[in-house]
């Protein structure tokens, strides 16, 4: 069983700055691959950046490539999610997601999720 919790949610105005972190229970946090997903009223459920178990491979979306970052500290147990310039359009839940499968993790398909943190971009 493996549980995550988000935080590092909040209000910012655009063009501002947020880090997300995910911290998840378990022994072998490192065989997870995880990601980051939002969902804002209105809009399809949307992956926007994932990382393997190792580090070694990272994938953004082209909606935040250039301005958001994902990391991992295994020691940690720890996910981060650096949001750069944040747009309006960033508004959204963002929650933490982990599979034991790098690329089904890409297609949308997890085993475990978080709660979700608000982001919440002002004008």
């Known amino acids: 069983q493996v549980q995550l919790v988000e935080s590092g949610g909040g209000l910012v105005q655009a063009g501002g700055s947020l880090r997300l972190s995910c911290v998840a229970s378990?022994?072998?946090?490192?065989?997870?691959?995880m990601g980051w997903f939002r969902q804002a009223p209105g809009k399809e459920r949307e992956l926007v950046a994932a990382i393997s178990g190792n580090g070694g491979s990272t994938y953004g979306a082209d909606s935040v490539k250039g301005r958001f970052i994902i990391s991992r500290d295994n020691a940690k147990n720890t996910m981060y999610l650096q949001m750069n310039n944040l747009k309006l359009e960033d508004t959204a839940v963002y929650y933490c997601?982990?599979?034991?499968?790098?690329?089904?993790?890409?297609?949308?398909?997890?085993?475990?999720w978080g709660q979700g943190t608000q982001v919440t971009v002002s004008s």
């Open positions: 997601t982990g599979d034991f499968n790098y690329f089904r993790l890409r297609r949308g398909l997890y085993d475990y």
């Open positions: 378990g022994r072998t946090f490192s065989n997870y691959a």
